[in-house]
């Protein structure tokens, strides 16, 4: 027996030589503040001080820490908080939380050791990065980051005040923040799943006898469907539970399957080949959907559905406008063929869940978008009583649209629980999450557009063909009906379906892919009328609050001093690029909330979850605006659907969602309070309603979101008004197949970014970005400047690294490690700049509306007009690897 002192107490190290320090720390101490991610020692998550160096536990063996100190982020912080956690805490260097005790634990052994050598001088960015270029963050809070380690550095963060404004800021920045895949019951099991090694097959004899035998099991269960057919690698065929994850791959390993292998396809161009194998002839078996909400009836061509093109406006007119303009060789006509490649979610935290009956009752915890949503899914999937099933989810490790929905995760654990009749976990290996947990999908646009010699928006054609494996239901080409208007408007969606795993929603859906083609044709068409495109956007586009952006971006010193097309040589060019996006405004019908008084104390409960995007503290700050108090003084309840029916977090509609109901209940508990008190607050104090609050027996309120006062609301209709009928059609369609509501007006983002290219080897560095945002009132200020930081440094890894590479013969997707799928890292991330104009949404209780899909939408465009600005060349495909950067370069030079 060996051993080694771990937060300074002394622990016995096991006898397996393979074990990993990771899995120590984790299941046998419990200390569940290091996490497992990547366990190839690439996103940092795992970081832990070994004799005061910062190591990563998932490669290091635990025999390798005997007789040695280890510090885990819970050792960092026991005593009182160390200056870099007390920064964290107040600049908001976190999101999700799940990255963040890795990145406490080495900017910690940073600090420490800069302060010994430098005293407290401030560290560039650059060496930061350096010192933390291990680490990953997903949800993008690096700049924050670089903020806090350079002011702790310098000794700003030396005394003992500890402040943030984000509620659950000091549970994350010490370990104690527990998350799904840290939920351990008594007697838990490990579930693991089988998937298929084909990409298209029948399984014709599943044996899980074998596995049943195996040591430790407890149950093996079959996941086919009746058809018994698999549409792609990775689909689950068969789960095992045993009593820890070794015994149960020993048990997945005995199963024997006999399949039938069936021809496949794999991607979009095999698909629409002729004589190409029809998957799902005519939608038959088509299941999988991949945009947000039920897809309009489609028609199917082989294994293309559609074209759809509802949101066309004149379709005809467009089209001979622009065949004219072709014949004649109009000069001002733009066509061009834009590629975007799939970008995975790539959550930190894995998809996991952990199913528990007890009493006929069923309990799961899950790392979810949507407690109150996935609880009646569960019910109706399994025929369950629905007060019967109960949906917790404290703290969520991202989800970015992946978690949105019931997920194979979540039934594999009750079908595991069922059937072992003990609680069950089941968590995604980084190769599942990175293969078969979604993404969004790659698409192709074509995209022709005519101004007419007066300078206005003729015609407008967007043809697009989006590929989301066997998932359908993507809308690119329909979103560019409600941003420039035009004469007439050809917008065409196709779905191309192949044998890849499914694609889903993914922040924005379909916007940065409609943006990257869209922003490029206006800025071409810019440079042919000769105009300023900043000033063609606000020629081209009547939307008043981007009219403001506009001339805000007009006035930012980088733009003004943009280089001109084509006038510089060298290595090394500058290109500086404008782009705009917008997305819904959005909420959710049947949202409820309660306030009560507890104890003399305030309670705020609604059935949401926080995953990142700092819900819990606008709750808070909501409810202590509404008293008068700190938002410390106000205790809130999330993550469980027991609680008041409350959204999803997708579609950036939890804020418009949660924020009117909460100040029509704080309106009720006031008058609740001076009813029961009998007494009214008194004049003049700082806080008025803190004393009666003490004073007042518990009660509770409730309050449920109420529509928008129409006579307030400017443009007086919905921005689904400008798509006609067919906007009517969609937003009906919403309301009553996912509950959700379009309001007036479009949140809206404008972001002017500077690049550098290297000519030479094909590099592009975003120098700086600036991002406007039109988003109503900031329900919580320093929560949205995060919220939009992180949404631009995921649409530049969109632009310049993120793409899934998959085996076009037999299906497997190759990118499934951290080290094989590049995300951007601390030193990719430029400064960012950001402002906020908080009119136009007065019409909405509270005046405020979502951020996080509209602040991603426009980056991607944004960072290809800058390239075209440094180099005269446009980029068509993204990610803009070196390769395709250089052959951009090379074919201008032989033109």
């Known amino acids: 027996m060996t051993s080694a002192l771990i937060n300074g107490r002394s622990a016995t190290l096991p006898d397996d030589s393979d074990a990993l320090l990771v899995d120590v720390l984790r299941d046998d101490l419990r200390l569940t503040g290091t996490k497992l991610v990547c366990g190839a020692g690439v996103c940092g998550a795992c970081t832990v001080l070994v004799d005061g160096a910062p190591v990563v536990s998932c490669l290091l063996p635990a025999k390798a820490v005997a007789g040695k100190a280890v510090t885990t982020v819970e050792g960092i912080g026991a005593g009182k908080l160390h200056p870099v956690q007390r920064a964290f805490m107040a600049l908001d260097a976190l999101q999700c939380g799940f990255c963040t005790p890795g990145f406490i634990v080495e900017a910690t052994a940073f600090h420490d050791a800069w302060r010994a050598a430098r005293g407290a001088a401030t560290p560039t960015r650059q060496e930061i990065a350096a010192a933390l270029s291990g680490h990953l963050c997903r949800c993008g809070a690096y700049d924050n980051i670089l903020r806090a380690v350079a002011e702790a550095c310098a000794g700003r963060y030396d005394g003992d005040t500890e402040r943030s404004p984000r509620v659950e800021a000091r549970a994350k920045v010490t370990g104690a923040a527990i998350y799904t895949v840290d939920v351990r019951h008594e007697g838990q099991l490990e579930g693991v799943t089988l998937r298929s090694p084909h990409a298209r097959a029948r399984v014709i004899a599943l044996h899980l006898e074998p596995a049943r035998a195996c040591p430790g099991v407890a149950a093996a269960v079959s996941l086919l469907d009746d058809d018994r057919l698999v549409n792609f690698v990775g689909q689950p065929v068969a789960a095992v539970a045993a009593a820890d994850r070794r015994s149960a791959l020993a048990a997945l390993a005995a199963i024997k399957v006999d399949y039938e292998t069936l021809p496949s396809v794999v991607g979009p161009v095999a698909a629409r080949k002729a004589g190409a194998p029809i998957l799902f002839p005519r939608g038959k078996g088509q299941k999988h959907n991949a945009g947000e909400g039920a897809g309009a009836p489609a028609s199917w061509s082989g294994n293309v559905r559609g074209p759809t093109s509802a949101f066309s406006r004149k379709k005809k007119s467009a089209r001979r406008s622009i ?524 005046g405020s509306v979502g951020i996080g899909e509209v602040a991603t939408v426009p980056t991607s465009a944004a960072i290809a007009n800058a390239i075209h600005n440094a180099i005269g060349v446009r980029p068509c495909e993204i990610p803009l690897r070196p390769d395709r950067l250089l052959g951009l370069i090379e074919r201008r030079s032989a033109a």
């Open 323 to 846: 065949e004219k303009a072709r014949a004649d060789g109009d000069p001002l006509l733009f066509e061009g063929t834009f590629r975007t490649a799939v970008q995975q979610h790539a959550c930190l935290e894995p998809h996991v869940a952990v199913a528990r009956f007890d009493g006929g009752a069923l309990t799961v915890d899950v790392s979810t978008q949507a407690v109150a949503e996935l609880k009646t899914k569960i019910a109706k999937r399994f025929k369950f009583d629905p007060a019967k099933v109960r949906v917790v989810a404290e703290h969520v490790g991202g989800g970015f649209g992946s978690k949105a929905t019931l997920g194979d995760e979540t039934i594999i654990a009750v079908k595991l629980a069922q059937a072992a009749n003990a609680p069950v976990r089941v968590a995604f290996d980084r190769h599942e999450e990175l293969s078969v947990a979604g993404y969004r999908p790659a698409t192709e646009v074509k995209i022709a557009l005519l101004p007419n010699r007066g300078g206005a928006l003729k015609a407008l054609s967007v043809i697009a063909h989006s590929d989301a494996g066997v998932a359908v239901n993507s809308t690119v080409a329909g979103l560019a009906r409600l941003i420039y208007p035009a004469e007439a408007k050809e917008l065409v969606d196709n779905d191309v379906v192949s044998n890849l795993p499914p694609g889903c929603a993914f922040r924005g859906p379909g916007g940065p892919p409609m943006a990257f083609a869209l922003e490029q044709a206006i800025d071409e068409a810019a440079l042919r009328l000769k105009v300023d495109p900043i000033q063609l956007r606000k020629r081209w586009d009547p939307n008043p609050d981007r009219q403001r952006l506009y001339d805000w971006a007009g006035r930012i010193e980088t733009w003004r001093r943009r280089p001109g097309l084509g006038t510089q040589t060298g290595r090394y060019r500058r290109g500086v690029g404008v782009a705009v996006g917008y997305w819904l405004y959005l909420w959710q019908l049947g949202t409820k909330v309660a306030l009560a008084i507890e104890h003399g104390r305030l309670v705020a409960s609604v059935a949401t979850q926080d995953i990142g995007t700092g819900t819990r503290s606008v709750i808070a700050d909501t409810v202590a605006r509404e008293f008068g108090l700190e938002p410390h003084e106000v205790e809130v309840r999330i993550g469980d659907s027991k609680l008041p029916n409350g959204p999803g977090s997708a579609g950036s509609r939890v804020t418009a969602s949660i924020v009117p109901p909460l100040i029509l209940a704080a309106g009720k508990l006031r008058a609740g309070v001076a009813e029961r008190t009998g007494r009214q607050p008194p004049p003049g104090s700082n806080a008025p309603w803190r004393d009666l609050i003490a004073a007042s027996p518990d009660f509770k309120v409730e309050a449920e979101r109420a529509e928008d006062n129409p006579r307030t609301i400017y443009g007086n209709n919905s921005l689904l008004k400008d798509a006609g009928m067919i906007g009517w059609i969609f937003g009906f369609m919403l309301r009553r197949s996912s509950h959700v509501a379009v309001g007036a007006g479009a949140p809206s983002s404008l972001q002017v970014v500077e690049v550098e290219v290297d000519t030479a080897l094909g590099h592009v560095r975003v120098m700086s970005a600036h991002s406007g945002l039109a988003v109503g009132k900031l329900a919580a200020p320093a929560l949205a400047r995060s919220q939009a930081a992180g949404a631009i440094v995921q649409g530049l890894g969109y632009a310049l690294y993120e793409g899934r590479e998959v085996d076009s013969v037999t299906g497997d997707v190759l990118t499934t490690s951290l080290d094989d799928y590049r995300m951007p890292g601390i030193a990719d991330i430029p400064p960012i700049d950001l402002y906020f104009d908080e009119g136009g949404f007065d019409h909405v209780q509270g």
